[in-house]
């Protein structure tokens, strides 16, 4: 089955900085890879995804890369802020049939101000 | 509050106590999901029910049992736990890719916040 790797899994950086999360999985079938926020003693939710037709998706100050030959993935967040920090997980999936996303064990990403 | 809805949102039990956790959700999902979060194992998959159906279990103990009486319920019931399942339970839902042409987003609750004394 899937496995998905996330470094590092903590992650400090002063406010302003940019921040890189990466994550590695095994199954070459994967095809959809979602990141997910989640802030302390909230519920993790859904923050960007790409799909494995595209090598680079933006929306802001995040952006996520997909190398499919190498099979990983990462999240870049730009111009940090203190309501960055939260633990932010990656995950894989088929995204057909009834597999479930397979996620990593999360980065916690402290934006210092 | 719309989306995905859990009750209760904190439990206290004994280990010889039986309780049950409920999910429900509102965004007309077909398939819904069980996690266990902890700090040894941030999101860990327990159960998938998709379109009713309990599709996978990932060889969780016995003293847990999922049910989903419809797309828009589901429910953990709990019996003799141990002190280490003490954890944060998270239900999520998401369409069922074999029903639909999008990919499975998944969609959580805000959890219960199980303690086991």
């Known amino acids: 089955g899937e496995n998905v790797e996330q470094h590092p899994s903590t992650l400090s950086v002063q406010e302003g900085d940019s921040a890189v999360i990466k994550c590695t999985y095994s199954?070459?079938?994967?095809?959809?890879f979602p990141w997910y926020k989640q802030e302390l003693g909230k519920r993790p939710q859904l923050i960007i995804d790409i799909r494995s037709n595209v090598g680079e998706k933006k929306d802001q100050r995040i952006a996520v890369t997909l190398n499919k030959t190498a099979k990983h993935f990462s999240l870049h967040i730009t111009e940090t802020q203190p309501e960055d920090s939260a633990v932010y997980f990656c995950a894989a999936s088929k995204g057909s049939g009834n597999t479930p996303l397979v996620f990593g064990k999360g980065t916690r990403l402290s934006v210092i101000a | 509050e719309t989306g995905v809805t859990q009750t209760p949102r904190h439990l206290v039990m004994g280990m010889t106590n039986k309780k049950s956790l409920k999910c429900e959700q509102h965004l007309g999902h077909n398939a819904m999901y069980w996690y266990k979060q902890s700090a040894k194992k941030p999101l860990e998959l327990m159960f998938v029910?998709?379109?009713?159906?309990?599709?996978e279990n990932n060889s969780v103990p016995s003293r847990f049992s999922p049910e989903c009486p419809n797309s828009s319920h589901l429910f953990l019931h709990l019996h003799t736990l141990q002190p280490e399942d003490s954890a944060l339970y998270l239900c999520?839902?998401?369409?069922?890719?074999?029903?639909?042409?999008?990919?499975?987003?998944?969609?959580f609750g805000p959890g219960t916040r199980l303690t086991v004394l």
């Open positions: 029910y998709s379109l009713e159906e309990r599709v």
């Open positions: 999520a839902s998401s369409q069922d890719p074999r029903a639909s042409s999008s990919y499975n987003e998944q969609f």
């Open positions: 199954d070459s079938a994967s095809n959809y």
